[in-house]
């Protein structure tokens, strides 16, 4: 039973006239409505009904008590319907958590078109390079890079990312194109800060992969600072294409070794904690990621 079960036994018994009758709508026997209502009372400490052969009459308390049911009983079936409704279709609060550099190339651009998909939705949108628990951030729904380390989340691959070597055409005029990977270290190479690894940048050989260890004079903790930093002229980066695909698109930067460097596919997931599956509006917003990105649109300019 949806209702508090002695609270709906009382109102039904009253309305429909007995405790036969609310026992067929409640599928329940008799007995078990009779004995609803008495724990009711009981709890309570009054009387609600005075029981006859013939029928049940209110007492004062109960009348009373009556009115004030037959409300909670209406408003908690207004909230499972609109509970129901929730669940029919896309529609609320969505709490989206995402890194800098797909939330600012790719995401923020598309939500005009989902929110005319969705106008019944709301997304607030966190963007950070902080990897957060969505769970304890109360989030909805998130989109990760590279290896997902947490095996408890749902995972929908939407797509690759790959990285780039680009520069802008007036630093490399300047400086010289390199022509091969060693040359890079007579260059200024721009690199994200704390992330080590990365200043290696790969390359195929004869004899496998080789990697350069690239150094500069300017390192930054996020994306999209190198790439404004490398459309300034200050440098060649190496960046996921879905930052710098506009800039090349635009011929503010161009590919730089292109037929040498060594292809890494970055995975891109959305992620959303077990059991929101079935939430509309995390599937609305599921399902328009992979539909609008499963296809790298930022590779045009290729």
Known sequence: MSAPADMAAFVRSVELGGFSAAARELQLTPSAVSKLVTRLEDRLGVRLLNRTTRKLALTPEGEAFLHRSQRILADIAEAENEVAQFLSRPRGL???????????????PALPEFHRRHPEMQVELTVTDRVVDLIEENADLG????????????????????????????????????????????HNCLRLAHFPALS?????????????EVSGSLLANNAESLMQLAVLGMGIVRLVDVVVGDAMRTKKLVPVLAATHHAEPVPLNVVWPQGRHRSP????????????????PWRAHR
């Open 94 to 108: 969505l709490r989206v958590n995402v890194g800098t550099a797909f939330g600012m190339h790719a995401l923020t």
């Open 281 to 296: 509006k995390v599937a609305a917003m599921a399902e328009f990621l992979v539909e609008k990105f499963s296809g790298a």
């Open 200 to 212: 290696r940048w790969p390359f195929d050989a004869p004899g496998g992969v080789r990697h350069v």
């Open 143 to 186: 989109i990760r890079t590279g290896t997902l380390a947490d095996s408890s989340l749902v995972a929908r691959k939407i797509c690759d990312l790959e990285r780039v070597i680009c520069a802008a055409p007036a630093y490399l005029k300047k400086h010289g194109t390199p022509k091969k990977p060693e040359e890079l270290l007579q």
